[in-house]
């Protein structure tokens, strides 16, 4: 093998190193989305049968979901609460925060977020898994209502839900999951 042969297949060697190291980083960049910050208010009363919440732990419950799917200036306020101590017969929540919307999107073209676009991914958001603890599975009415009121504030993509929820029982199988439009993991950290 002459000397031209050998720089060449080294050449041809390194190419194809730097074109497989740069695959991961092409999938990432292919499923990145350019978005901005919108934001959302809303107002929510939780009404259940098997499951009660006190006015502060239903303020955790719908903070820690809303964390997960990536609200950033997140203010969740009790709302409408009865009771100062204990399970409230209709607690509820007022929210204010922001969520990431796709740059091109109704939503974020008729809101006035004023915040400059933001590479934004994909990511998979499990609230409550088919598989969580019978302690958990007692959240199914809130995941129900949280799902119909929360969820379509975010960007998502195929959600997945399936309840086996029933009143005053409690019964394993109740899942919701989605893909949800966050930013990158060093964005998404340094806004809470």
Same mark, same amino acid.
């Given at each position: 093998?002459? +000397?031209?042969?050998?720089?060449?297949?080294?050449?041809?060697?390194? $190419?194809?190193?730097?074109? +497989?190291? $740069?695959?991961?980083?092409?999938?990432?960049? &292919?499923?990145?989305?350019? $978005? *901005?910050? *919108?934001?959302?208010?809303?107002? =929510?009363?939780? &009404?259940? =049968?098997?499951?009660?919440?006190?006015?502060?732990?239903?303020?955790?419950?719908?903070?820690?979901?809303?964390?997960?799917?990536?609200? &950033?200036?997140?203010?969740?306020?009790?709302?409408?609460?009865?009771?100062?101590?204990?399970?409230?017969?209709?607690?509820?929540?007022?929210?204010?925060?922001?969520? +990431?919307?796709?740059? @091109? #999107?109704?939503? #974020?073209?008729?809101?006035?977020?004023?915040?400059?676009? *933001?590479?934004?991914?994909?990511?998979?958001?499990?609230?409550?898994?088919? #598989?969580? @603890? =019978? !302690?958990? &599975?007692?959240?199914?009415? +809130?995941?129900?209502?949280?799902? !119909?009121? =929360?969820?379509?504030?975010?960007?998502?993509?195929?959600?997945?839900?399936?309840?086996?929820?029933?009143?005053?029982?409690?019964?394993?199988?109740?899942?919701?999951?989605?893909?949800?439009?966050?930013?990158?993991?060093?964005?998404?950290? #340094?806004?809470?």
């Amino acid at each position: 093998m002459n +000397l031209l042969q050998c720089i060449s297949r080294l050449a041809s060697a390194a $190419a194809a190193a730097t074109l +497989l190291a $740069a695959v991961p980083t092409l999938a990432v960049a &292919q499923d990145s989305v350019s $978005a *901005v910050w *919108v934001p959302k208010q809303v107002q =929510f009363i939780y &009404q259940g =049968f098997t499951t009660h919440y006190s006015c502060d732990g239903l303020r955790d419950q719908v903070r820690d979901m809303l964390r997960k799917l990536g609200a &950033q200036d997140l203010k969740v306020r009790e709302y409408g609460c009865a009771r100062a101590v204990g399970p409230d017969p209709f607690p509820g929540v007022s929210v204010s925060m922001r969520v +990431l919307a796709p740059a @091109s #999107s109704a939503a #974020s073209s008729g809101a006035k977020s004023g915040s400059a676009p *933001v590479e934004a991914q994909w990511k998979d958001v499990v609230l409550l898994s088919p #598989s969580s @603890s =019978f !302690e958990d &599975q007692g959240n199914c009415e +809130l995941i129900e209502q949280f799902k !119909e009121t =929360f969820l379509p504030l975010f960007a998502t993509r195929n959600v997945k839900y399936g309840s086996t929820c029933v009143p005053h029982q409690l019964t394993l199988g109740t899942h919701l999951s989605a893909q949800v439009l966050m930013p990158p993991a060093k964005v998404a950290s #340094s806004g809470r």
